[in-house]
């Protein structure tokens, strides 16, 4: 599958989703009105520079004249194919000002649960973050919209409780909506576990064009009671630290501000993962050697640990922790 443009050949099947109330059933334009000549048009209009109206093809859409030029000029909408290159659907970026965007998607119910999706959401965030450098995507569903809710929430997308008015209001008399928004240098796709270890979400709120606010409580959130928080800072960059195991000692580590490279070697292995999100963080229960690596000058780890300090529970000699990982 890729992201390409849209193409006129992809009228029909758009056509299809405008007519499939599996697909429309919680989108707030009306679809079923729509003919073939409106699809063509809208995919014209995404094609000609500056006259990338959203007439259709999007969650959101409205009609061309509802958009005035300025702000047409500033979406995307491009055509997610199979490999085949079949149109499964369309995903867009609209109202690209000030270092955001709004992000939509639609895919035909044959692409549902067929990780066409996913992939169109990547694929833009991707395009949004790393080719038009924006500071943050944001975007919103009907709460009633079940499926889409538990599609954003498992892919661990935030809920933003604060909406810049400008942009509510394009969405006046619209209620039950869900917020979402994602910050550049959010990882969109981290994975579980680090050589065994947990990588665990970190509950953040963002807020547009405002940051992020990110917490843990005690004992809802943590796999352990918290006896120390410490944390490392002002390390210039390229320096490594770390190179120990604990015997008994849990932690969770995380990476508030800036990048740091955490390699972890125990019996499952020994793998590495970037530290760069504030809202991802690491569990480390079981004997595991760690080795912290500053990728950027003045980045912060911080620790909370199970244990008050206790030097006797390193194990520094790294032969001597090899022995009791293979024993
Ligand atoms: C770990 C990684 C991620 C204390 O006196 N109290 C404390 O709570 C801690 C954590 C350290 N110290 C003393 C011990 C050393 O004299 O601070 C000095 C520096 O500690 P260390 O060289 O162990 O720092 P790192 O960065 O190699 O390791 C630290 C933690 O010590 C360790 O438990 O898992 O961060």
């Given at each position: 599958?890729?992201?390409?443009?849209?193409?006129?050949?992809?009228?029909?099947?758009?056509?299809?989703?405008?007519?499939?109330?599996?697909?429309?059933?919680?989108?707030?334009?009306?679809?079923?009105?729509?003919?073939?000549?409106?699809?063509?048009?809208?995919?014209?209009?995404?094609?000609?520079?500056?006259?990338?109206?959203?007439?259709?093809?999007?969650?959101?859409?409205?009609?061309?004249?509802?958009?005035?030029?300025?702000?047409?000029?500033?979406?995307?909408?491009?055509?997610?194919?199979?490999?085949?290159?079949?149109?499964?659907?369309?995903?867009?970026?609209?109202?690209?000002?000030?270092?955001?965007?709004?992000?939509?998607?639609?895919?035909?119910?044959?692409?549902?649960?067929?990780?066409?999706?996913?992939?169109?959401?990547?694929?833009?965030?991707?395009?949004?973050?790393?080719?038009?450098?924006?500071?943050?995507?944001?975007?919103?569903?009907?709460?009633?919209?079940?499926?889409?809710?538990?599609?954003?929430?498992?892919?661990?997308?935030?809920?933003?409780?604060?909406?810049?008015q400008d942009v509510l209001d394009r969405?006046e008399?619209?209620?039950?909506?869900?917020?979402?928004?994602?910050?550049?240098?959010?990882?969109?796709?981290?994975?579980?576990?680090?050589?065994?270890?947990?990588?665990?979400?970190?509950?953040?709120?963002?807020?547009?064009?405002?940051?992020?606010?990110?917490?843990?409580?005690?004992?809802?959130?943590?796999?352990?009671?918290?006896?120390?928080?410490?944390?490392?800072?002002?390390?210039?960059?390229?320096?490594?630290?770390?190179?120990?195991?604990?015997?008994?000692?849990?932690?969770?580590?995380?990476?508030?501000?800036?990048?740091?490279?955490?390699?972890?070697?125990?019996?499952?292995?020994?793998?590495?993962?970037?530290?760069?999100?504030?809202?991802?963080?690491?569990?480390?229960?079981?004997?595991?050697?760690?080795?912290?690596?500053?990728?950027?000058?003045?980045?912060?780890?911080?620790?909370?640990?199970?244990?008050?300090?206790?030097?006797?529970?390193?194990?520094?000699?790294?032969?001597?922790?090899?022995?009791?990982?293979?024993?």
């Amino acid at each position: 599958m890729y992201l390409r443009k849209l193409q006129l050949k992809d009228a029909p099947l758009m056509l299809a989703w405008m007519h499939d109330r599996n697909v429309t059933g919680h989108l707030r334009a009306d679809f079923a009105s729509k003919t073939l000549e409106d699809a063509e048009r809208f995919i014209e209009e995404s094609l000609a520079e500056g006259k990338n109206a959203d007439a259709c093809g999007d969650a959101n859409a409205r009609s061309l004249e509802d958009e005035g030029k300025e702000r047409a000029q500033r979406d995307i909408h491009l055509a997610i194919a199979s490999d085949e290159d079949e149109y499964m659907g369309t995903v867009s970026l609209r109202h690209i000002e000030n270092g955001s965007a709004e992000f939509a998607i639609t895919v035909r119910a044959e692409a549902m649960g067929r990780g066409y999706s996913w992939f169109g959401m990547e694929s833009i965030l991707d395009k949004a973050f790393t080719e038009l450098s924006l500071d943050s995507v944001y975007w919103c569903v009907s709460r009633d919209n079940a499926r889409a809710v538990r599609f954003y929430d498992k892919h661990n997308f935030h809920e933003v409780l604060d909406i810049p008015q400008d942009v509510l209001d394009r969405y006046e008399g619209v209620t039950n909506l869900k917020w979402y928004s994602v910050l550049r240098g959010d990882e969109v796709n981290v994975r579980d576990c680090v050589a065994g270890c947990k990588v665990i979400h970190i509950k953040t709120i963002p807020t547009v064009n405002a940051g992020e606010l990110s917490f843990m409580e005690g004992t809802h959130d943590f796999p352990f009671a918290i006896k120390r928080i410490y944390y490392i800072s002002k390390v210039p960059e390229g320096v490594r630290r770390g190179f120990h195991a604990h015997k008994e000692l849990k932690q969770v580590l995380f990476c508030p501000y800036g990048r740091i490279q955490l390699v972890l070697e125990n019996r499952h292995g020994r793998e590495e993962i970037e530290l760069s999100d504030p809202s991802i963080g690491v569990v480390i229960e079981e004997c595991t050697w760690r080795e912290m690596l500053w990728l950027q000058k003045d980045s912060v780890l911080c620790v909370a640990a199970s244990e008050f300090y206790d030097a006797d529970d390193y194990i520094r000699d790294y032969e001597a922790f090899k022995r009791i990982v293979e024993d």
